[in-house]
């Protein structure tokens, strides 16, 4: 009876420990991106002037000294394209998906009525070239394998400083068995956060608690400025690198180890 009670009492908590533990990564790998500040879709402007996720967007952050955050996703053909949202409506004006056009057709929109247009991301590496910190967000999608294949293949030919992460633990997973040595993050939020999109409450529970981590890893947490649930403290206790996003204010760059900021100058090197 004694070793049922024991048993009723311990594993529990060691199963959640087990669930929620974080990746190791080296010393070396982390300092790359420890202190930094990282430009939200690059250095765009509030009113978009300089658009987000542009070519004008990413050169301001790289002039300024800032690292980059991006989105990256497929086309209908199966090129990768650096975007964020599902759909073109609200930076290009036009109800469509992003994967149910060719590169080509996508490639005459404009983002946000300037003369910017949506970048491929072999485009952006080559503009980047090695002079900043990269973080690539995947989206996540129905072809999640063949984005995880050739944003690795895109990376692998790029000598910059760079790392990924996603909201989707499968795709970060898929880093973990392929590509161990590139540094990964969970991106989430409180399970509160996930309300009105298109994750169901359970699934809004389990990623808001990173529950899996057991099957991704991560060497770092991306979490939503604010609260957070005592499964992500957990994980954060337990060695995942603390990344903040988005920061607008200089009174949330307390606590964190790396910043994803947009319409405020933060130092370069916040702490």
Known sequence: ??????????????????????????????????????????????????????????????????????????????????????????????????DELDYDELSKLTLFETNERIPLFYEVLRSIGDKTPLIVELKTCKRRKELCQKTYELLSAYNGTYCIESFDPFIVKWFRFHAPHILRGQLTQTPGDFAGSDTSKAVGFILGNVLFDFLARPHFIAHKTGAKTPAVRLAEAAGAMKVSWTVRDKKDEQNCDVIIFEHYRPETDFK
């Open 1 to 98: 009876m004694i070793y049922v009670i024991i048993a009723v009492l311990v594993l529990p908590p060691l199963i959640f420990l087990y669930l929620v533990l974080p990746g190791h990564a080296k010393k070396e790998k982390k300092d790359l991106f420890y202190g930094k500040s990282i430009a939200h879709r690059g250095l765009y402007e509030a009113d978009q002037s300089v658009p987000e996720n542009s070519l004008s967007a990413f050169y301001l952050a790289v002039k300024n000294g800032y690292g980059i955050e991006l989105d990256v996703q497929l086309t209908r053909d199966g090129r990768v394209v650096v975007f964020h949202d599902d759909t073109l409506k609200r930076a290009c004006g036009v109800d469509k998906r992003v």
